[in-house]
T-cell receptor
Framework: LAKTTQPISMDSYEGQEVNITCSHN???????ITWYQQFPSQGPRFIIQGYKTKVTNEVASLFIPADRKSSTLSLPRVSLSDTAVYYC???????????FGSGTRLSIRP | DTAVSQTPKYLVTQMGNDKSIKCEQN?????MYWYKQDSKKFLKIMFS???????INETVPNRFSPKSPDKAHLNLHINSLELGDSAVYFCASSQDLAGGPDEQYFGPGTRLTVT
């Protein structure tokens, strides 16, 4: 099973770009990489998903190198409302396994 | 018009009791899940159902049993509750997995406290 490593916490300031990296050395061929955001007392919320290279949507970008042993979530120009816990998630294409990372607590300061 | 709803939001009970948590989704999704989030905020998959068929069953004690009366509901029954069952339980749903993983929509969670 793929195991993940994320930084426990990160701090940044409003308007900055934030990059959160998830390491997953033994990711399987069929695993997709997904990132979720969770606010206190709420369920996780989908941010972005990818398999390889780069994916971009209206809120974030996801960079996955060729070896797929890590992935980086990039949040452009963060605001105070981006303060949350961010999880990377591995999801086998056959739904045989779903593994959440331990989460990164991101704190944004004015 | 909440997409994924859970009841109750809070549940306090004593050891040894049996309890149920209900989950409903109005998104027309084919797959539903139950997750457990412990006090350290680790999220772990417990079960998932696709078209009323169990497709994942992690190493969860058999005191926990999912029951799906129809595609829109996946309830979680817990027998003989233990202190270690205290956690937040999240229900989620997603579209058909046949073409690969899809975005999961999570409910607001049920905070279970066993005393």
């Amino acid at each position: 099973l793929a195991k993940t490593t994320q930084p426990i916490s990160m701090d940044s300031y409003e308007g900055q770009e934030v990059n959160i990296t998830c390491s997953h050395n033994n990711i399987a061929t069929n695993d997709y990489i997904t990132w979720y955001q969770q606010f206190p007392s709420q369920g996780p919320r989908f941010i972005i998903q990818g398999y390889k290279t780069k994916v971009t949507n209206e809120v974030a970008s996801l960079f996955i190198p060729a070896d797929r042993k890590s992935s980086t979530l990039s949040l452009p120009r963060v605001s105070l409302s981006d303060t949350a816990v961010y999880y990377c998630l591995f999801f086998g294409s056959s739904a045989s396994k779903i593994i959440f990372g331990s989460g990164t607590r991101l704190s944004i300061r004015p | 018009d909440t997409a994924v709803s859970q009841t109750p939001k809070y549940l306090v009970t004593q050891m040894g009791n049996d309890k149920s948590i209900k989950c409903e989704q109005n998104l027309g999704h084919d797959t539903m899940y139950w997750y457990k989030q412990d006090s350290k905020k680790f999220l772990k998959i417990m079960f998932s159902y696709n078209n009323k068929e169990l497709i994942i069953n992690e190493t969860v004690p058999n005191r926990f049993s999912p029951k799906s009366p129809d595609k829109a509901h996946l309830n979680l029954h817990i027998n003989s509750l233990e202190l270690g069952d205290s956690a937040v339980y999240f229900c989620a749903s997603s579209q058909d997995l046949a073409g690969g993983p899809d975005e999961q929509y999570f409910g607001p969670g049920t905070r279970l406290t066993v005393t």
